[in-house]
C-alpha cells in the first residue's frame, strides 16, 4: 500500500477516533440554554474545551465539580450537567479548596474570571498556588468586567478605554501566569480561545496534572470591549488573537509580572511538587497514627 | 594514453564526444531536490571538457512547491540556451511526475529517460479538501512509461539515497545515473562533483554517485517499484458530513461563517447562519469549534461508497 493510502487510513481513523463521539449537548443543562453571554463571546468557545477536555479524559459528570464566582465566567458552571457551584465574588478557589479536602475524589474545576480571580480573590490564588492542593483554576481573561458595564480590570492593557478608564488606562495589565508562577503553581499555561484544540489539550494537561494547575485563557469581551475599543467584530477579534501571542514549548516560563506586547502561550510551568492534601494526610498518620486517621 | 593527451585532455575529448551540434540535457525536479546543483555540475564538467555550454533555469518556485527546471546544451558551438521541444538527448526527472511534465521535450525515439520514482504530490493537486477526494497527481504507473520511452531508468534514488543515510543525495545517484550514458571521463565527473558539494558531504556523495552508476549495471531495465507505482487507491469509505444548525441557539455572531476555509457558511436575512453551499464543506469542525453558542454540530459518519445513492456515486466516479 503507497504511503499516501497509509495516510488517509490514519487520517481517516484519527477522523473517526476524536471526530468524536464528543457531544456537548450530553455535557449541558439544555433547558438553560441558549446561553446569556454576548455573541461573539469568547467563554463559550472555552466552555466547549473544557468539556470536551473532560470527556477525553472519561471523567463522569458525577466526579466533576466545577466552582465558579461572580462575573460573566461566573455563569458558565450553570451550563454544565455536574456537579456545580456559583459562589461569591472572587471565593471560588476557597471554596474549591474545601470542597477538595472534603471530597478528594472528585476532580474539582474553578472557573473565574480575570477581576474574580486577580482582583477580588487575588489572595486566594495565589495562596492556593502556594498550597498546591490538586485544583485546575481555568481563568478566562477578557480583561475587563464585562457583566457590571465594562469597568477597568487588573489585566485590562495600557491606553484602552473602559467605562471607568475613559481616557485610556494607565495602569500596567498584570500577567496573570507569572504571578500563578511566582506563588508556587505546579503548573501554569495559556492558550487563546481561537485555538480551540489546543486549549483542549492544554485544560487535559491541566486537568491530570496532579498539584495546583492555573491556566489562563485570552477570551474576548466583543460587545463591551471591543466595542468601546474599536477591536472590530467579533471574527476579527478572535482572528486577531492570532496575531498577539507567542507559542512557547513546554517549560518555557514567563518571568515578567507585566505584560508588555505578546502572549506566550503554552504549557509555561510543569512542576513537581507533593500535593498538598496527599502531604497532609501522610503528616496526619504520622502525627496521629494510621489507626487515629480515618479513611 | 601519451603525455600530450594528458596535458591537453580538451583536444581528445571533443574527439571521444565527436557532437555534431549540441547535446541537450534537461533537468527537471521540485524546489529543493538539487536541480541547479546537477546542473551546474554538468554544465562545469561540459566547460571543462572544452565544450561551449548554455544553461537556462527557471527556479525561486521551491518555497511554492513548484517545479523547478534547467536547461543545459553543450556542444563545440551553441546558439540558444533553451532546448526546442523534442529534442533533448536527455530528461532527467529528480522527481516523478516533474519527469512525466517534461517527457515530450525528449528526442522521439532515441532520447534517455532518467527518473526518481519519488513521488512528492504537490499542494494544488489536492485542492478538493473533502477527505474522500482523489489528488489530481500523475496516475500513470512506471511500466506504462517505461513501455513509451526505448531508453528509460527508473530506479527509486531517494530510497537508495535514504539507506545511503541522506535523502538529499538523491540527485547524485541520478547524475551517477547520468553519468554512465554521456560519454564524459569518470574522474572528472567525480572531481567536478567534489569542486560544488559540501565538504562534509563529500563521502556519501562519492558512495551515491557508484551508487548510481552500479545501479545501471545491476540491471538495465528499470526497476518496477510496486510501492511507489500504486496509483492512489479508490476510497472505499466515504464521509457523509451533516451540518446541525440550532437556529435559537444562533446569535449571529459571525464567527463561523468568516472562519470556515470553505465558505460554506452565511447568514440568512433573519441573520442566523445557514449552509449555503452544502457540497464544498469538508467537515473540519472549525465551526463547531469556534461557535460560542454551541449552534453548529457537525455530524461525521464514515460510509462505505457502494451504499451511497446513485446520484452521489456519480458524482465521485466524475
Known amino acids: 500500500m503507497s504511503k499516501l493510502a497509509l495516510n488517509l487510513k490514519s487520517l481517516q481513523k484519527a477522523g473517526e477516533k476524536s471526530d468524536h463521539k464528543f457531544e456537548i449537548r450530553d455535557y449541558l443543562r439544555l433547558d438553560l440554554f441558549p446561553h446569556f453571554l454576548c455573541p461573539g463571546c469568547g467563554h463559550g468557545i472555552a466552555l466547549r474545551a473544557l468539556l470536551w477536555a473532560i470527556h477525553d479524559l472519561d471523567i463522569e459528570l458525577d466526579q466533576l465539580a466545577v466552582v465558579s464566582g461572580i462575573g460573566c465566567s461566573g455563569r458558565l458552571s450553570a451550563y454544565i450537567d455536574a456537579n456545580t457551584f456559583h459562589t461569591t465574588h472572587g471565593r471560588p478557589i476557597a471554596f474549591a479548596t474545601g470542597l477538595k479536602l472534603a471530597r478528594p475524589d472528585l476532580h474539582v474545576v474553578v472557573i473565574t474570571g480575570d477581576g474574580d480571580c486577580l482582583a477580588i480573590g487575588g489572595n486566594h490564588l495565589i495562596h492556593a498556588a502556594r498550597r498546591n492542593l490538586d485544583i485546575t483554576c481555568i481563568m478566562l481573561n477578557n480583561e475587563v468586567y464585562g457583566m457590571t458595564g465594562g469597568q477597568v480590570s487588573p489585566t485590562t492593557s495600557l491606553d484602552r478605554y473602559t467605562t471607568t478608564t475613559p481616557l485610556g488606562n494607565q495602569e500596567p495589565g498584570f500577567d496573570a501566569c507569572a504571578l500563578a508562577k511566582g506563588a508556587g503553581a505546579t503548573f501554569v499555561g495559556r492558550e487563546v480561545t481561537l485555538q480551540t484544540t489546543a486549549l483542549k489539550n492544554l485544560m487535559q494537561e491541566g486537568l491530570s496534572h496532579d498539584g495546583f494547575s492555573f491556566i489562563e485563557v485570552i477570551s474576548d469581551c466583543t460587545e463591551i470591549y471591543g466595542r468601546k475599543n474599536e477591536l472590530g467584530s467579533s471574527p476579527e477579534m478572535v482572528l486577531s488573537q492570532k496575531r498577539s501571542i507567542l507559542p512557547k514549548f513546554d517549560g518555557t516560563a514567563v518571568d515578567k509580572p507585566f505584560r508588555a506586547g505578546n502572549w506566550d502561550t503554552g504549557v509555561l510551568v510543569r512542576e513537581d511538587r507533593p500535593e498538598y492534601y496527599k502531604a497532609y494526610r501522610k503528616h496526619c498518620h504520622k502525627v496521629l497514627g494510621t489507626a487515629a486517621v480515618k479513611k | 594514453m601519451s603525455s600530450a593527451t594528458t596535458a591537453k585532455p580538451k583536444k581528445t575529448v571533443q574527439k571521444q564526444t565527436a557532437v555534431k551540434g549540441p547535446t541537450n540535457v534537461l533537468i527537471v525536479g521540485v524546489g529543493g531536490q538539487g536541480v541547479i546543483m546537477v546542473s551546474k555540475i554538468l554544465a562545469r564538467l561540459s566547460q571543462l571538457q572544452g565544450l561551449q555550454v548554455k544553461q537556462s533555469e527557471v527556479h525561486g518556485m521551491a518555497k511554492r512547491g513548484g517545479s ?103 540527485n547524485t545517484i541520478l547524475l551517477g545515473l547520468l553519468s554512465t550514458v554521456m560519454d564524459f571521463p569518470v574522474e572528472s565527473w567525480r572531481e567536478v562533483l567534489a569542486e560544488f558539494v559540501p565538504p562534509k558531504t563529500l563521502d556519501t556523495n562519492l558512495k551515491a554517485f557508484e551508487a548510481g552508476r552500479a545501479w545501471t549495471k545491476q540491471d538495465h531495465k528499470p526497476l518496477v517499484d510496486d510501492a511507489a507505482t500504486q496509483a492512489a487507491p479508490e476510497p472505499l469509505l466515504k464521509r457523509e458530513v451533516k451540518l446541525e444548525i440550532t437556529e435559537s441557539w444562533c446569535k449571529s455572531c459571525d464567527i463561523c461563517v468568516k472562519m470556515c476555509p470553505e465558505r460554506c457558511l452565511a447568514l440568512n436575512d433573519h441573520q442566523i447562519v445557514e449552509l449555503v453551499k452544502p457540497e464544498a464543506c469538508t467537515g473540519c469542525r472549525v465551526c463547531e469549534w469556534l461557535c460560542p453558542d454551541f449552534a453548529i454540530a457537525v455530524h461525521v459518519s464514515t460510509v462505505p461508497i457502494n451504499t451511497i445513492s446513485a446520484e452521489a456515486a456519480g458524482e465521485v466516479q466524475a
Request: glycine share 8%.
Open chain 2, 68 to 170: 523547478v527546471f534547467s536547461h543545459i546544451r553543450f556542444g563545440e558551438e551553441v546558439w540558444s540556451p533553451t532546448i526546442p521541444m523534442g529534442e533533448a538527448d536527455v530528461v532527467l526527472g529528480l522527481e516523478w511526475a516533474e519527469g512525466l511534465r517534461w517527457l515530450r521535450y525528449l528526442k522521439p525515439g532515441v532520447g534517455t529517460f532518467i527518473s526518481d520514482t519519488k513521488r512528492i504530490v504537490p499542494p494544488f493537486s489536492c485542492r478538493d479538501r473533502r477527505h474522500d477526494a482523489r489528488h489530481g497527481y500523475a496516475h500513470h504507473t512506471i511500466a506504462e512509461i517505461v513501455a513509451q520511452v526505448p531508453s528509460a531508468y527508473a530506479p527509486d534514488a531517494t530510497g537508495m539515497a535514504t539507506e545511503l543515510g541522506n535523502e538529499r543525495v538523491a
